[in-house]
């Protein structure tokens, strides 16, 4: 019937995808879009895109309109308002645009001119799966291919002769059966691992918890697209680790003293254990204010880093989020010891709107 | 797209129809289409017609439509466009007195559109015009490609409310290229003062200079009136801009396209309230006094309850429309019109006044053949109207950040609401010089009655229209009651008080 709205839509939805690409930088700073997640995709808020026209500004113009009250009496505030307008022209509504994860993350890495991750240990674990691609003359009924069956008759019949072009019935004997057979396809699987860690100690506030909060979702959004299987795991630290779920993660805060090591060993004791890591792609991210407990502590993690987790992993990243109360210590340890180590990256994290340059960093190497 | 409708609705159908004839509505045939919702929504972000040019802004209505729908936030009830044979769409699902008071309502608006004068100039077949505009801007985007095709109709679009808002008796525009007039009009005029002949030595009393310097200035003033372009400021931008801006074949069409349809609306949006007031008037009429049943009359009432319901503080022109007219029917049934009326001083004398004349009905009829919203209100809407109806004035208190009512004297009433409908709420914007410091630039002029433009919206807008100009383009407007000069030079926006 009607095939053009169709198309319209398309087309519209098109331009806004345009658009939250052009603003993506606004959006990965601004965090309004983590939690509005589904499954499979993100809602986000865009305005309504209008075409510019001269019109007038509204706050000057009043209005007329009917009902009880004295002179003065309010009518509500400016947006309520909005309909007296509206009555007879458009008002404005902000759209909810769905974007599959996909989706976000090729504009994440358009924007961002992210290298494809390139897995470790291809085809070290694989998964297998039937494909029917061949032809055998043996084999189930079920299988029976009818075409080729037929074509096998008919050139037996016509080459001893007991074809009659008037009279085209062919007969197939057993000889003539085929029948499809499948072949077994081993296909590479990469999986990945992603360990966050997080010093919730007393001097983490919620302005860096936000800050973490917004730069994981778009760390996962990348990894994701590129592996097909993912886990996530949460620690938590002060002086001593806990594994957590994803909530208590991001909502927990706690006080006291930090030993970034306790949370290392926690992350080195969970990878040994449960991930073998020639059939995994580790990332492990750990987000702290730089501050911790002693110089000893701090050469106990490095030497950790160095003997088995970083080995271990496809990428080690450490993000250091600034607050009030942190020396920022911990992120020049790090890059002092590590100078020559592509696996470990390191990053400092000012406020919201170097969460923009800091994925840059974390995510450019394309490990 | 042809839905019969089912046996029921087609009696309904054949019944109002004869009802409203016999009541005198005067309308095209009408074809009721019974569809779904996607399908109501589909033609409503196309405006009513199923066949227009491809553009992303019906797509956005579709999005919000559908979506308005599936929430449960709105519904479309009634969709009727202004061509011959008129259609109209019913909604399935919905019950069958909806179905009725619907088609009761249209045949409201049939009449209106038929017969008020300000639709006599709007094409009748519109819906294939429509078409046809579609089929011409697909070949250019097949020719040209689908973004090119699409920028420029969006350039054209955010210009599109600066055509002459109420003439809608001029359909061709009759702007011509002043350098024809300039070179006939020159001949005809005298080049130098007139002389009279005298001897040289009473030259300067017969010829005194004074006199002579005047009248050559005088020349020299009706010369520079010639040159100028347009000779009169011209309302219709978007014809000046058709005929003098260096646009390509394809892009005048595009642009003739867009005038056309926007001529084309130009009368519905004049006659929003009287239009609706007047199918109010005859759905409620013809459903009160005929067809409803007594077991429809709980939801006939839920639904027209909800159609002329108005929040406080909100007009609906609905509500607004059908009081009025039926405050001026009762008014010429009464007699209370006229010399008489008018004088009498005694208000209770005015309140039981009854000459039972019985004027109302021919009244309203010829009220829907000749006016528009503003000449309407203007006409109609008294003193004891407003109270009745308890309107206000309301403005924006900056203080508290709220709209506030602010006043219930009528004619202040009537003086907002005038003005809030001239030229349908938009500023009015004059080509005032399409050769401006004579480097052929395009001088705008917005003739400010009170209200700033929104000044974001309105760069935006100059540099759309200096992508059609190709020279730079300038807006004198005022803002906070100093004037100023806006311009774009392809570059950057300058500002500067005038």
Known sequence: MITGIKRDHQRFKQIVKGKIKQNLKKYMTQGEIIGRQGKDYVRIPV????????????????????????PGTSLGQEGEQNGQKAGSSEGEHTLDVEVTLQELAEMLAQELELPRIQPKGQG????????????????????????????????????????????????????????????????????????????????MGDEQKEIVRTESFWIDTWIRSNYKDIDIRYIIHDAAARE?????FYHTRESGGTLISSAYKLCLDLISKE???????????????GDNWSAEDTKLCVDLLKADLVPKCNLFCYGQVESR???????????????????????????????????KEFLGKGK | MRHQLPPELHKAHQEIR??????????????????????????????????RYPHWRFGMEYDYLNKSYTYGLQKIYELVINNDPCYAYLQKGNPVVDQKLVMAHVYGHCDFFKNNMWFSQTNRKMLDEMANHATRIREFQDRLGVEVVENFIDQCLSIDNLIDQYSVFKTATNTQKPSLLLEERESE????????????????????????????KKIKEGQDKLRRFPLKPERDVLAFLINFAPLEGWQQEILSIVREEAYYFAPQAATKIMNEGWASYWHSTIMTQHVLKDSEVIDYADHHSGTVSSRPGQLNPYKMGIELFRDIEERWNKGKFGKEYDECEDAGVKEKWDKQVGLGRQKIFEVRRLHNDVTFLDSFLNEEFCVQQKLFTYGFNRRTGQYEIVDRDWRKVKNQLLFSLSNFGQPIILVEDGNFQNRGELLLVHQHEGLDLEFDKATETIKNIFSLWGRPVHLMTKYNSQAKLLSYDGKEIHEKDA
């Open chain 2, 18 to 51: 004869e009802i409203a004839r016999g009541y005198g509505l005067n309308t095209f045939d009408i074809i009721f289409e019974l569809v779904d919702y996607d399908e109501i929504n589909e033609v409503a972000a196309l405006g009513g017609y199923p066949t």
């Open chain 1, 325 to 359: 109360y942190g020396s920022g210590q911990f992120i020049k340890d790090l890059m002092e010891n590590f100078q020559e180590e592509g696996r470990l990256v390191t990053s400092k994290i000012e406020n919201k709107e170097a969460i923009y340059r800091s994925l």
């Open chain 1, 124 to 203: 070290s674990l694989s998964s297998q799966k039937n494909k029917y691609t061949g032809i055998h003359n043996v084999g189930p009924n079920s299988l029976r291919h009818l075409k080729r069956t037929y074509r096998e008759a008919l050139k037996r019949q016509i080459i001893s002769g007991l074809y009659d072009p008037k009279n085209p019935v062919i007969v197939p004997i057993k000889r003539d059966f085929r029948f499809r057979t499948w072949k077994n396809i081993q296909k590479p699987q990469n999986n990945a691992l992603i360990v966050y860690m997080m010093d919730v100690s007393g001097s």
């Open chain 1, 244 to 248: 957590v779920d994803e909530n208590t």
């Open chain 2, 189 to 216: 005029t005298p080049t130098s003062a007139g002389r009279f002949q005298s001897k040289d030595y009473l030259e300067n009393f017969v010829n005194p200079r004074s006199y002579i310097d005047e009248q050559e």
């Open chain 1, 275 to 289: 991930y073998p890591i020639d059939e995994w792609n580790i990332y492990v991210f750990h987000f702290s204010d």
């Open chain 1, 47 to 70: 305005h309504q895109i209008d075409l510019p026209h001269f019109r007038f500004g509204q706050r000057q113009s009043g209005g007329v309109g009917s009902g009880d009250g004295q």
